[in-house]
């Protein structure tokens, strides 16, 4: 890999199960490249971003787009709900950003209709299946019905012809699946509206492919932006319990049309702690009040759904199985800030299960759920460390927190954040991450 900050092109993803803060990291970084893309997932993720006392939450469009002159790309691998997406686009402009200067939407990208989110909610309420926990914006039908190769992509739903032929095959196949479980209310007006939101997006909808192997060919930087985060992932997270899409590094190739020759590095983005949303398998969940303190402490609810977020310890054998997925050059620590009050840290090293040490991630959720944490206990700071934006000035304990970390997952630790602000952050000097950045 190069480290010619001139071409270096990299992902930026969640090292753990989403909500890490990479809205705020890649916001950030992204004065320095020229182009940021999503690559996956769809309105499910929130990115939250504070620029001063103003509070931006993006759902799908990518940060990049609150600096001007960025290309903000919303890629192939990206479901895209129209009416979301213009309700995005509208309250941008309202703020006085010219999003239609700024983004190309891929002609590749799934639709998401209003009866996708039908059928999402059904599935989440019966009693037949396995309640996953979605953020119920129809994200898993939508990934359903492109898998099943019967989705409608944006170019379809450009395309006047094809429009109502794909429309009514997937309006009628939902039809089915609501009528069997005596639920009505298949929006009949679904398909005129979303003709008039196609309408208004066609400006912005190109072959993103095609725009962005172009400008890395002339020498401009791409950052590529991952949602939700690497457990979350459809084929490597804690299944079923997972989003719908390729969290992963490799979902950014497939996702994007960027190949993989073209990436130069791949930085994970984790909390000092960790949390989860929706159910499934959380081996350092902590439920006990000090859980609780951290989600007061970190203001751990849901940027899209509002649900509080379950909040645990930092899991060493889940980041090291995250940084081999994803091949991590470099971890940037977020919300150190948040543990400042602790006397203790624990820090999960290892797993066992039936007292014997796991050394791979299991695959069986019924494994993970029986899986027992090994802890390490570290002393807390106990002084704040909100706003400290020089790893110098941060206190001896804290400095031994990250070092342990970084010890623990083989990853340096790149950067660490200590506040929501996009100043509250410090890049560690020589770090492979201050290279690849440049
Ligand atoms: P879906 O993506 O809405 O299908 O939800 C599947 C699972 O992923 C649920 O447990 C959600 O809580 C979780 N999820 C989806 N998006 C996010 C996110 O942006 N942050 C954290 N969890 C998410």
């Not at 071409?7 to 970084?29: C, M, R, Y």
């Not at 398998?281 to 509002?306: C, H, Y």
Request: contains cysteine.
């Amino acid at each position: 890999m190069g480290l010619n900050s001139h071409n270096s092109n990299i992902i930026v993803l969640g090292a753990q199960w989403g909500d890490e803060g990479k809205g705020k990291i890649v916001d950030l970084f992204c004065d320095r490249f020229d182009t940021v893309v999503r690559y996956q997932g769809g309105n499910n993720a929130g990115h939250t971003v504070y620029i001063g006392p103003q509070k931006y939450v993006l759902k799908l469009i990518p940060s990049g787009i609150l600096r001007p002159g960025k290309l903000a790309v919303i890629g192939n691998g990206v479901v895209i709900d129209p009416a979301a997406l213009m309700d995005e686009i509208d309250g941008l402009q309202k703020l006085g950003i010219d999003v239609t200067k700024q983004l190309a939407i891929s002609n590749r990208a799934q639709v998401i209709f209003p009866f996708h989110r039908l059928v999402e909610k059904i599935s989440e309420a019966s009693k037949d299946r396995v309640a996953i926990g979605t953020t119920a914006r129809g994200i898993g039908p939508a990934y359903e019905d492109k898998a099943g190769r019967r989705g409608m992509r944006i170019a379809d739903l450009l395309e006047a012809d094809a429009f109502p032929a794909i429309y009514e095959q997937l309006r009628k196949d939902k039809q089915r699946i609501a009528a069997a479980f005596g639920v009505e209310g298949i929006d009949e007006d679904a398909l005129e509206r979303t003709k008039l939101l196609a309408e208004r997006l066609r400006p912005m909808v190109r072959d993103t492919a095609t725009l962005l192997n172009e400008q890395i060919r002339a020498g401009k930087r791409v950052l590529l932006e991952g949602a939700q985060g690497t457990m979350l992932d459809i084929d490597h997270g804690t299944y079923p319990f997972v989003t719908s899409s390729s969290t992963t590094a490799g979902g950014a190739c497939t996702g994007t049309g960027i190949p993989p020759t073209s990436i130069h590095g791949v930085i994970g983005v984790a909390k000092a702690y960790i949390t989860r949303v929706g159910g499934g398998p959380f081996p350092s969940e902590a439920l006990d009040e000090i859980g609780e303190s951290i989600r007061k402490a970190g203001n751990e609810f849901g940027s899209v759904t509002g649900r509080p977020r379950r909040c645990g310890w930092f899991d060493a054998p889940l980041l090291r199985y995250t940084a081999m997925i994803n091949g991590f050059d470099s971890l940037i620590v977020t919300k150190l800030d948040v543990l400042d009050h602790l006397a203790t840290i624990p820090v999960c090293v290892a797993y066992e299960i039936d007292g014997k040490r796991v050394t791979e991630m299991p695959a069986r959720q019924e494994q993970l759920l029986r899986v027992k944490p090994v802890y390490e206990d570290l002393p807390g700071w106990q002084t704040s460390t909100r706003g400290v934006k020089d790893f110098s000035e941060l206190p001896d304990l804290a400095k031994r927190y990250l070092g342990f970390l970084e010890k623990q997952t083989g990853v340096e630790t790149g950067c660490v954040s200590t506040g929501p602000e996009r100043t509250e952050t410090m890049v560690i000097a020589g770090s492979r991450l201050e290279k690849l950045i440049g």
